[in-house]
């Protein structure tokens, strides 16, 4: 009979569950363990019930095109519980005004010429600068470049400050003049190489996921995703460790000796899987050098503020599902989600749920502020565009801290480069979740689910 194998997971987000899930169901011969340093598992996933409300304090969905967290929750026997989110009109906050993002456009991208030119969000210089994309021709290089950089040369500083940006900013948290193209949108590049237009390109390309789709492309549970961190923690309850921190790993002849905070005896490993933040692995291998070569920006700290309301509390609503806000606006807010009309489960009838997100590069120390001082700052700036008169019910304020990494330019490259030092140093040390190939969390699970791949071609 061959030895058995044992696998240790640090990190018990979405990612290390995952792992861990797919491991024990697929791999036969192998013992896992999954290290959590806090007294809770999923990470940024975490599901408030309150007063008949449903609030997810982190990610409220899941984009259902990328399949790998449809089929997880497949797996898990949950598929009965998915919901599709309400479609409606989508805003940008600009100057103090709604602007309906326009129809046809998909990222940003005007897709149909249209609801574009009648749009107000844009400056007829803005629109005309927009449509030289069709006249520019390819880019030259092949080099890595900021998606700011990539979108300004196609289609204007205007458009990319007061719609392109808001949106990959609710996505990335980020500043988009120093974001990886090459790391996040891949595909755009590939579309203007091809047809020498990124408008024509996507036009082509279109499989009718513009932003104005009739059916709903994002997913959810009805209960909250919650409900998929405590199947799998059902699922996995004799192979978690809760309230304990590793303190750093030692290569131990072909295997590894895992160290943890206030016990005697390390665990010893066969495969380690790191799903913990970048900054946290590095802390871990800080006696290998080249760990620290790979990050090049500080992740980015987030908050959101979750504001339930009688429904004769705010009179001129505007009928859609919420809104971002353009760059180089005076609010502090960065979007709004009207939750009752995009999520109507969430929210008992005859109220209202919203939830306003803060904290961006150059503004999270608004993170530090009480939680009244935050309630006061999303209010004052949500007063601007609807009318309140009565107080919320209650609001529920989420901190992130160091929540986002941000991909920063030539992101992948580095990231490669780091895996061929493992694999050269460190073989059988695996990396995986959201500083790496993808923040959401289709992304964290596909990426867990190529490491077990991995492992199983190394067991077998």
């Known amino acids: ?66 399949v790998d ?3 997880l929750i497949e797996d898990l026997g949950l598929d009965g519980e998915l919901v599709r ?26 897709l149909e010429w249209k609801p574009f030119l009648s749009s107000s969000l844009f400056s007829m210089t803005g629109k005309v600068a927009a449509f030289n994309d069709l006249i520019k021709g390819r880019s030259s290089g092949e080099e890595d470049q900021s998606v700011g950089h990539f979108f300004r040369r196609r289609l204007g500083n205007q458009v990319v400050d007061r719609l392109i940006h808001p949106l990959i900013s609710g996505i990335y948290a980020g500043d988009i003049d120093y974001l990886s193209l090459k790391a996040t949108f891949p595909q755009f590049k590939e579309v203007e190489q091809k047809h020498k237009s990124l408008i024509k390109g996507m036009r082509q390309s279109n499989d009718g996921g513009t932003q104005n789709s009739k059916q709903g492309q994002f997913m959810t ?40 905070d206030h016990q005697s005896e390390p665990i010893e490993a066969d495969f380690v899987i790191m799903t913990t933040p970048h900054n946290v692995t590095e802390k871990i291998f800080s006696q290998y050098d080249f760990i620290h070569d790979f990050t090049q920006a500080k992740s980015t700290s987030v908050a959101n503020v979750a504001l339930a309301f009688e429904k004769d509390a705010i009179d001129n609503l505007p009928n859609g599902t919420g809104f971002v806000v353009s760059r180089k606006e005076r609010y502090r807010i960065t979007a709004c989600t009207w939750t009752h009309k995009k999520w109507p489960h969430t929210t008992p009838e005859g109220h209202i749920l919203v939830r306003a997100y803060v904290g961006k590069p150059g503004d999270e120390e608004v993170l530090e502020q009480s939680n009244e001082e935050i309630e006061q700052i999303v209010l004052k700036d949500l007063q601007t565009i609807m009318e309140i008169n009565k107080p919320p019910l209650f609001k529920v304020v989420s901190r992130w801290y160091d929540a986002m990494p941000q991909y920063t330019v030539g992101h992948i490259d580095r990231l490669e480069a780091l895996e061929a030092k493992l694999a050269e140093h460190l073989p059988n040390i695996y990396l995986a979740g959201a500083s790496y190939r993808g923040v959401g969390l289709p992304d964290c699970m596909k990426q867990a689910k190529t490491v077990v791949e991995q492992i199983k071609q190394q067991v077998y």
């Open 1 to 66: 009979m061959e030895d058995r194998k044992r696998v240790v997971i640090i990190g018990g987000g979405i990612t290390g569950l995952t792992a861990a899930y797919y491991l024990k169901r697929q791999v036969n011969n192998i013992d896992v363990i999954l290290i959590e340093a806090t007294d809770r598992l999923g990470g940024k996933i975490d599901t408030l019930k309150k007063d008949g409300f449903t609030i997810e304090r982190g990610p409220d969905s899941f984009l259902e095109r990328k």
């Open 69 to 71: 967290a449809k089929q």
């Open 85 to 110: 989110n309400a479609t409606g009109q989508a805003f940008i906050l600009s100057n103090d005004r709604l602007h309906p993002i326009p129809k046809g456009s998909k990222m940003g991208i005007p």
């Open 221 to 260: 549970l009805t209960s909250g995703l919650q409900t998929v961190v405590n199947k799998l923690e059902s699922e996995l309850s004799d192979s978690i460790h809760l309230n304990q921190r590793v303190t750093h790993i030692d290569k131990k002849n072909d295997s590894y000796m895992v160290h943890v």
